[in-house]
């Protein structure tokens, strides 16, 4: 790389943009990335009140998809900034199923993928390790059960009450795995 031309250029460094950076920038390539929004500092330009940051965060410019025959996409809430829809997403960590990739063969559904669970298995762990997903000691669905890197949120009385519910109409319920960390971490707060 010369000293003005980066190895690479990633416009958008949003959920994935911003973990490609990440990653070729410690493989020793130079990046540089571009975001139409903000670049916000966590410990102080976020309230934690959905009012507060209504229209600071929603990304609902128009969207354009491209090709002979364009989709209309509508405007979504994604978010708008550096980080990109993860700067206000819910924060599930969840996986894909096995059967999600093969719901041709399994419900005649769409296509199957050409790849498997079992091929993103390992990089579903990384992102588990690297964000210290909270989750529970045994998560009922799916291919993988846990544990997680950090426990389970505490639960508050409104969970409780949905447990209770459920438990009533014989349907089962668990807490589930989230990128909120629930304990600090070295270079994070909970
Ligand atoms: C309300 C909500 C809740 C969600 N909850 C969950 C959840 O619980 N768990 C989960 O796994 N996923 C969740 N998601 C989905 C998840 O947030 C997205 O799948 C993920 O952020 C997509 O990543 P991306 O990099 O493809 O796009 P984005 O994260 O949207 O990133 C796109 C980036 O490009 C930038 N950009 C756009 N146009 C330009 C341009 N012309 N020039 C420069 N930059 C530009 C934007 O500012 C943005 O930063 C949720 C999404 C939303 C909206």
Redesign the pocket.
């Known amino acids: 790389m010369s000293a003005n031309k980066p190895d690479i250029v990633i416009?958008?460094?949003?959920?994935?943009?911003?973990?490609l950076a990440a990653k070729l920038a410690r493989a020793g390539m130079s990046v540089i990335g571009?975001?139409?929004?903000p670049h916000r500092d966590s410990s102080k330009d976020f309230a934690s009140d959905e009012l507060s940051m209504f229209g600071e965060l929603f990304?609902l410019d128009e969207r354009i998809s491209a090709g002979r025959d364009p989709i209309e996409l509508g405007r979504?809430?994604?978010?708008?900034?550096?980080?990109?829809?993860?700067?206000?997403?819910?924060?599930?960590?969840?996986r894909f199923h096995e059967d999600d990739f093969r719901t041709k063969t399994v419900d005649d559904v769409g296509e199957d993928w050409p790849i498997s669970y079992w091929d993103i298995e390992p990089y579903y762990a990384e992102v588990e390790r690297f964000n210290q997903v909270s989750g529970p000691m045994f998560f009922p669905w799916g291919s993988y059960h846990g544990p997680y890197p950090k426990r389970s949120h505490f639960r508050a009385c409104m969970h409780e009450t949905f447990q209770l519910g459920c438990e009533r109409l014989g349907a089962r319920s668990t807490a589930g795995p989230?990128?909120i960390i629930s304990s600090p971490t070295r270079d994070r707060p909970a």
């Open positions: 416009v958008g460094v949003g959920g994935a943009g911003a973990v571009f975001d139409a929004g990304w979504p809430n994604s978010g708008r900034g550096v980080g990109g829809g993860t700067v206000h997403f819910v924060g599930y960590a969840l989230m990128f």
